[in-house]
Nanobody, 124 residues
Framework: QVQLVQSGGGSVEAGGSRRLSCVASENISGRYCMGWFRQAPGEEREGVASLDIDGSTLYPYSVKGRFTISNDNAKNTLYLQMNNLKPEDTAMYYC??????????????????WGQGTQVTVSS
């Protein structure tokens, strides 16, 4: 059982930046695709970034060019750098380990392990 522990999040003004971190309990490099999801109140959980085992990344149009997913295998840590944040980015954010490969992006039905979630609130 892989445990994913998140940190980061909080409140930020529109246009600002925030970095989320997700530490895995073991080295999962090359075993799982990694992703970030978010869920706003009353909305479905959506994938906002994926990092496949070959290093390829995918983002939906809503965050492309503003969000960047990366990892540090030496630290078993996944990151989500979020720039130029908008009020509509306000949501609970979750990291996840997914079945690999994930050539079509991050989708909840393929998630094997979830992080505990962290709130990001963007004020206008």
């Amino acid at each position: 059982q892989v445990q994913l522990v998140q940190s980061g999040g909080g409140s930020v003004e529109a246009g600002g930046s925030r970095r989320l971190s997700c530490v895995a309990s073991e080295n999962i490099s090359g075993r799982y695709c990694m992703g970030w999801f978010r869920q706003a109140p009353g909305e479905e959980r959506e994938g906002v970034a994926s990092l496949d085992i070959d290093g390829s990344t995918l983002y939906p149009y809503s965050v492309k060019g503003r969000f960047t997913i990366s990892n540090d295998n030496a630290k078993n840590t996944l990151y989500l750098q979020m720039n130029n944040l908008k009020p509509e980015d306000t949501a609970m954010y979750y990291c996840a380990a997914l079945n690999a490969p994930c050539k079509n992006g991050a989708y909840s039905e393929f998630v094997r392990f979830w992080g505990q979630g962290t709130q990001v609130t963007v004020s206008s």
